[in-house]
């Protein structure tokens, strides 16, 4: 009971991270002065170290090492390069173009993050 709660909650959130990290994105490709606001500068970060924090406690939970199971490995990588890429679209990025490849980028990663968790396979595109 208590693992399918947490499993839903870390589900809601990766759905509501994703949503925040649009809603920056599109805000940032706009110029829009919505980025600016301070809760869009505090939630993300909150939403996404208790992402974190749930995925850490299911996988000790379910006893699953990354290094063990080949879909949690591609899933950090992934994550990795999204979190890099947002950084770049988000906040390094210089130019516009820059930003927005780093977007699209970073959006594909969060994609492929999710159909991996969905099959449990980092290869289910083949």
């Known amino acids: 009971m208590t693992y399918l709660l947490l499993k839903h909650a870390h589900m809601a959130l990766a759905a509501l991270s994703g949503a ?17 606001q301070a809760w ?5 970060h909150l939403v996404d170290s208790l992402l974190l924090a749930t995925a850490i406690i299911l996988a000790w939970w379910g006893a699953q090492s990354p290094l063990g199971n080949p879909w949690l490995t591609a899933k950090l990588v992934a994550l990795v390069a999204y979190i890099l890429l947002g950084s770049v679209a988000l906040k390094y990025g210089k130019t516009r173009p820059v930003r927005a ?4 980028g970073a959006l594909a990663c969060f994609a492929y993050i999710v159909a991996t968790a969905v099959t449990k396979n980092p290869l289910f595109f083949l």
Do not use: C, K
């Open 20 to 36: 925040l990290f649009l809603a920056r994105g599109l805000w940032m490709l706009a110029d829009s002065p919505l980025r600016s």
């Open 40 to 44: 869009v500068r505090r939630v993300p």
């Open 101 to 104: 490849a780093a977007f699209i």
